[in-house]
């Protein structure tokens, strides 16, 4: 058998797997990042408050309403999509035409003021929720207990992912966006309504975030800064991924997940950090990341 | 972004009574509340303390003696750097005479130095740091609700001594998370038990899922927690979620507040035992106190043992003042405290220690089953009371440079 720095193969097994369940998150925020920043060139800095959005729109619904996790996954993710088109239609909207700041400046002042409502809401020390019954436990697999609940975020949140790449790269109304996001006029002029496009994308790019949000309230505390301290992280996904990189931002999210998960195993202290040690040497050999094209 | 001074939303004053025979520099005894108002420890210390202070001023029936006593607020956000700033501004400008509160260690040691150099007073609720009656012990601070020592002590005695003789440590990555595990493996060992490994988590962490299973395949009796907050929140629900307490494992949790208990919901958290000050449901002045505090809370929160240790500093402090007449040399308002017993509605009977350490009892508690909680509060249930004697550490043991050896 053979053992590395002390530790087992199963050990090593283990972590791998759980590396590919953060990833699973980290591909999910990024790649709504990456369709936002991709049509509508906006650096989306509300992803994290929004996410955050989604788990408290599913405790509130269970909390007062008594609205499951199942429904929560449909209805959340809905409820963020209208919070999203109201923030595009009455703000983003006026910056297109500007740098690439005033976008990043807007959406961070956003941030701010949800996860500030609802921490002067709901206080800071988070809400608890529940494992969905049909989840709760788990499987022994010889090297791990995988608890069901994550088994099913990995699968959910691989589906998403490519679904949401094949929407885009496949199909007609992919080609739509992408066109509108190359040369807007010529779209507008073959009669599309472009405005309303990126209106729907950007809703579409934030229930992905929510959708995220709900998945992660049975296993994290559900806490207005939930979000904040993931953002940071998710964004470095996508910078390594290059910017606006549909495939990019999964693969790289999942990747670097298992990355950092045998970071946890080598060397803890480090393992929030090297995330970003990747960064700096991807933006040094290939500032575009690793599937982004060259500006 | 953040509000800096809460001043006039917390601000109380209270008249102006008759006798002119005391020496309040500036004419009025101000007490300034310095906590996190709006980040992770908010819950637990934040307006609340503020609060706290105002009951206790209130029922001191500070006015009728003819004390005008003011308090104010502020929020240091958990930065040394801030903190220092509102702090020297109280006291330089705004005649602040008392420092309360102050959770986050490294906010408080950066708050001692300042008032043991301005001759001011500091009483500690919110922070954890033994040092601080320790190496950094100051004659102008008194460490009131709890420590790292203390909360060692109590659950990691109490565990050891039930059969959770091997430890496997989850520690947060800085200053307090390695002090708590130090203080705690020493106890550990003392009583018998063995370390068999640990893990540093970076702070603050969101996935402890492989730090998890790290301790699971240690085969520990006992996962310690040596982290706070929403760290120790994460750590417990994903415990459960890989099955840790199922699978025959433990978790102790040594640093848990009420707040903590709260968010993780009872479903996930029963069976957990740790060690606090005070909790609300022990008797009915504490019962009484609660509603009074949370019907006067923005969020009806129930107060955590920081706020209760608040109430309890500032009775003891106004009484010194009281026998001392003069708020205006600190050293001497803290001599005084020193040398009278302590003893409030909420703590009942105790001591200051020469260090500057309040001694009281202390208490191991268990979260109850959801089947066992009658209210959204009803959250905890005695276990074993630590008596004073031995709940903190030995004076000679601190190494203060105050105490004469």
Redesign the interface.
């Known amino acids: 058998m053979f053992e590395l720095l002390g530790v087992s193969p199963q050990a090593l097994f283990g972590q791998l797997l759980l590396g590919l369940i953060n990833g699973a998150f980290y591909a999910m925020l990024s790649l709504g990042l990456a369709v936002i920043f991709g049509m509508l060139n906006v650096v989306n800095f509300a992803h994290g408050a929004l996410y955050m959005t989604g788990a408290f729109v599913a405790w509130l619904l269970l909390e007062f309403l008594g609205v499951g996790y199942w429904p929560a996954l449909l209805i959340a993710p809905l409820a963020v999509a209208v919070l999203g088109i109201a923030i595009e239609r009455t703000m983003l909207r006026w910056l297109y035409k500007l740098d690439h700041l005033y976008g990043l400046l807007l959406t961070f002042g956003l941030a701010l003021i949800v996860e500030g409502l609802f921490r002067n809401e709901y206080g800071s020390s988070g809400q608890p929720y529940q494992i969905p019954e049909t989840l709760q436990g788990g499987q022994n697999l010889g090297f791990m207990f995988l608890p069901n609940y994550r088994a099913w975020v990995v699968v959910a949140s691989l589906a998403i992912c490519l679904g949401t790449w094949y929407t885009i790269e496949r199909t007609k109304l992919g080609a739509y966006l992408r066109a509108a996001t190359e040369n807007p006029a010529l779209v507008q002029a073959f009669g599309i309504n472009v405005p309303r496009l990126l209106t729907f994308t950007y809703a579409g790019g934030v229930a992905l975030a929510a959708l995220a949000g709900v998945m992660a309230a049975p296993m994290v505390n559900v806490s207005p800064q939930m979000g904040s301290s993931l953002i940071i992280i998710v964004f470095a996904v996508v910078v390594i991924g290059g910017m606006g990189s549909i495939l990019g931002s999964i693969v790289t999210g999942f990747g670097l997940g298992v990355i950092e998960g045998l970071t946890k195993v080598f060397f803890p202290e480090a393992s929030n950090t090297v995330i970003f040690v990747i960064m700096a040497i991807v933006l040094l050999i290939k500032p575009a990341g690793l599937f982004g094209r060259a500006a | 972004?953040k509000t800096k001074l809460m001043a006039a939303a917390a601000a109380v004053a209270l008249s102006i009574g008759g006798a002119q025979a005391q020496q309040w520099s500036d004419g009025t005894i101000k007490i300034g509340v310095m906590n996190d108002m709006?980040?992770?420890?908010?819950?637990?210390t934040g307006i609340g303390s503020v609060i706290a202070a105002r009951l206790a001023v209130e029922d001191f029936k500070a006015a009728q003696k003819g004390m005008k006593v003011e308090i104010v607020g502020a929020d240091h956000q958990n930065k040394p750097d801030v903190g220092s700033g509102i702090v020297r501004k109280w006291i330089d400008e705004d005649k602040v005479d008392v420092i309360v509160d102050v959770p986050t260690s490294s906010v408080a040691l950066a708050v001692n130095e300042i008032v043991r150099e301005k001759n001011k007073v500091f009483l500690i609720s919110g922070a954890a740091a033994s040092d601080l009656t320790g190496a950094k012990c100051s004659p102008n601070t008194v460490h009131w609700t709890y420590d790292t020592w203390a909360l060692a002590n109590g659950t990691g005695k109490a565990i050891v001594k039930t059969g959770g003789d091997t430890w496997f440590f989850l520690t947060a990555?800085y200053a307090f998370g390695h002090a708590l595990e130090r203080d705690t493996a020493a106890v550990v060992e003392k009583n018998g038990g063995k370390v068999v490994g640990k893990?540093?988590?970076?702070f603050?962490?969101?996935?402890f899922?492989?730090?998890l299973?790290?301790a699971?395949?240690s085969k520990a009796k006992i996962i310690g927690l040596a982290n706070a907050?929403?760290d120790t929140?994460?750590s417990i629900?994903?415990a459960a979620?890989?099955?840790i307490v199922k699978?025959g494992q433990n978790l102790a949790g040594l640093l848990v507040f009420i707040?903590?208990v709260?968010?993780?919901?009872l479903?996930?958290a029963q069976g957990l035992i740790f060690t606090e000050a005070w909790y609300w449901d022990t008797n009915d002045v504490n019962r009484k106190f609660a509603e009074r505090f949370s019907a006067a809370h923005p969020?009806k929160?129930y107060p955590s043992m920081i706020h209760a240790g608040v109430y309890s500093a500032v009775t003891h402090y106004l009484k010194a003042l009281e026998q001392t007449k003069s708020d205006a040399d600190g050293k001497a308002v803290v001599a005084k405290m020193k040398s009278m017993p302590t003893d409030d509605p909420l703590f009942g009977k105790g001591t200051i220690r020469e260090d500057g350490r309040k001694i009281h009892d202390m208490y191991l508690f268990e979260v109850k089953k959801p089947a066992e909680s009658k209210g959204p509060w009803d959250l905890y249930k005695l276990r074993a009371t630590i008596p004073a004697a031995e709940a903190f550490r030995p004076l000679a043991e601190g190494g203060c440079p105050l105490v004469k050896k």
Do not use: C, W
């Not at chain 2, 893990?199 to 970076?202: A, D, E, Q």
């Not at chain 2, 603050?204 to 996935?207: I, T, V, Y």
């Open positions: 972004m709006s980040g992770l420890y908010a819950d637990l990555d893990v540093r988590h970076p603050p962490g969101q996935d899922s492989s730090f299973l790290q699971q395949n907050g929403g929140i994460n629900k994903q979620e890989f099955g699978g707040s903590d709260k968010a993780i919901g479903q996930t969020k929160v």
